[in-house]
T-cell receptor, first 114, second 113 residues
């Protein structure tokens, strides 16, 4: 089955600096890679996603890159703000003919220091 | 519109008792997922419903866990004879037929004493 590794498990950055979180996956058939942000006491919220036919996607201060050959994808947050502090999860999902298989990473706790 | 809702938000139960957790997905979403999140851990997939297809139960950790989805909408996750290791946050998510992203509910925090 799919295995998703996420690093680092914790990350502290100064406000205004960039943060990068990396995930690797094992099943080359996975074709959808979302990133979720989870604040304390809340459910995860989708912040950005990328599909296997795209190498990079950007949405304001957030970007995701995908390297299918190496089977890894990364979340990049630029100009970090204190409100970016949360736990971030990556996921690798296989969609195929109405069937899907979801595997989440173990999460990264990001702390942005004012 | 309304998001995914879950009830109860918190549940404390004694070891050995059965519990039922409820999930109301977003209207029109055909896919529904249950996950378990232990303290400080990632999301562990439990079960997936897609329309009228047979559910994918491959993530259920034991036969004490079961789930059903009535009328293609509301879902109930049942844990029988609860154990202390069942203590976790149980998250539900749904997605629409036309989009891949999952929308999560706030979760139910289950504590087994």
């Amino acid at each position: 089955g799919e295995n998703v590794e996420q690093h680092p498990s914790t990350l502290s950055v100064q406000e205004g600096d960039s943060a990068v979180i990396k995930c690797t996956y094992s099943d080359s058939a996975s074709n959808y890679f979302p990133w979720y942000k989870q604040e304390l006491g809340k459910g995860p919220q989708l912040i950005i996603d990328i599909r296997s036919n795209v190498g990079e996607k950007k949405d304001q201060r957030i970007a995701v890159t995908l390297n299918k050959t190496a089977k890894h994808f990364s979340l990049h947050i630029t100009e970090t703000q204190p409100e970016d502090s949360a736990v971030y999860f990556c996921a690798a999902i296989l969609f195929s003919g109405g069937y899907q298989k979801v595997t989440f990473g173990t999460g990264t706790k990001l702390q942005v220091i004012p | 519109g309304a998001g995914v809702s879950q009830s109860p938000s918190n549940k404390v139960t004694e070891k050995g008792k059965d519990v039922e957790l409820r999930c109301d997905p977003i209207s029109g979403h055909t896919a529904l997922y249950w996950y378990r999140q232990s303290l400080g851990q990632g999301l562990e997939f439990l079960i997936y419903f897609q329309g009228n297809s047979a559910p994918d139960k491959s993530g259920l950790p034991s036969d004490r866990f079961s789930a059903e989805r009535t009328g293609g909408s509301v879902s109930t996750l049942t844990i029988q004879r609860t154990q202390q290791e069942d203590s976790a946050v149980y998250l539900c998510a749904s997605s629409s037929p036309s989009r891949d992203e999952q929308y999560f509910g706030p979760g139910t925090r289950l504590t087994v004493t």
